[in-house]
């Protein structure tokens, strides 16, 4: 496959071939997996205190007496410990130490990365996940490696505009919104879109002009994963890749 090499004006400089992880198949099933895996590695393990309910020399009173064989707290008939008392232990806790990390093969990882990298280069996949591509000549956006040492806001800015993808970035900073539910309260407030994702062969300042913009990522070609690429489990991400990172991503992710 073909594609055109921009410069940083959006003028056409040059034609090059894409290697052979531009052509991978398209397994959404895979990317799914691969995502959720990646997820559920950050999970934070929680759960009840093992004591909780349980710190009490209640005992039962044993059969005869015409009452439930609960344990009672001594001086009284107050019941304790059994889940339904007051006070009592819960039935079925939460556990520290339950492992929540859905694993995936090493092999089906790097597959889903392929896969997902593949999934950047068609059109329609692309404008399914909501990108603004409509007036873009080409997907995936190849761009010179100038852009990798562009480091300030007004830069890029122009830059995004020159290459046709400006309108992206409106579309995510226009769709910050506050989340619905209890997780307003629990330092998730807002739910922002993703833009943009800038893949480089090597950043050297990029990060820098990216970051103030909505919904736009920079990531060097070496540390690109499933979750960049397919946000949401939703492969097809609007991505512009420098000409060093598409020569980088040939030997990678085999």
């Known amino acids: ?12 400089k040059e034609e090059i071939e ?31 205190d093992p004591m909780a309910g349980k710190r009490t020399s209640a005992k039962g009173w ?7 064989r609960v344990p009672r707290i001594k001086n009284g008939s107050k019941a304790a410990f059994v889940p339904m008392a007051i006070g ?3 039935a079925h806790p939460t556990r520290a130490e339950k492992n929540h990390h859905e694993k995936i093969n090493i092999k089906e990882r790097r597959f889903a990365i392929r896969s997902a990298v593949a999934a950047t280069t068609n059109k329609e996949i692309v404008e399914n996940r909501g990108h603004k591509v409509a007036d873009l000549e080409q997907v995936p956006i190849i761009v010179e490696d100038e852009i990798e040492a562009v480091k300030t806001a007004k830069q890029t ?32 407030k807002y739910k922002k879109v993703k833009g943009p994702l800038v893949v480089v062969g090597e950043d050297k300042g990029i990060h820098l002009g990216a970051r103030n913009h909505a919904g736009v990522d920079v990531v060097v070609a070496e540390n690109l994963n499933v979750e960049l690429l397919a946000p949401g489990t939703h492969a097809g991400r609007l991505t512009i890749y420098t000409k060093s990172a598409v020569e980088k ?6």
């Open 88 to 90: 009592g232990r819960q």
């Open 62 to 68: 044993g059969s005869g007496r015409g009452t439930a």
């Open 1 to 12: 496959m073909k594609v055109n090499v921009y410069s940083i004006n959006g003028e056409v």
């Open 249 to 254: 991503l040939g030997g990678l992710f085999q």
């Open 157 to 188: 800015r122009e830059i995004f505009q020159n290459l046709g993808v400006y309108d992206d970035v409106i579309r995510a900073k226009e769709g910050k919104r506050i989340r619905a539910g209890r997780g307003k309260t629990r330092g998730r």
């Open 18 to 48: 894409l290697p052979a992880i531009f052509d991978e198949v398209y397994r959404p099933d895979l990317i799914k997996r691969a995502v959720l895996s990646a997820q559920s590695a950050r999970v934070q393990p929680w759960g009840n």
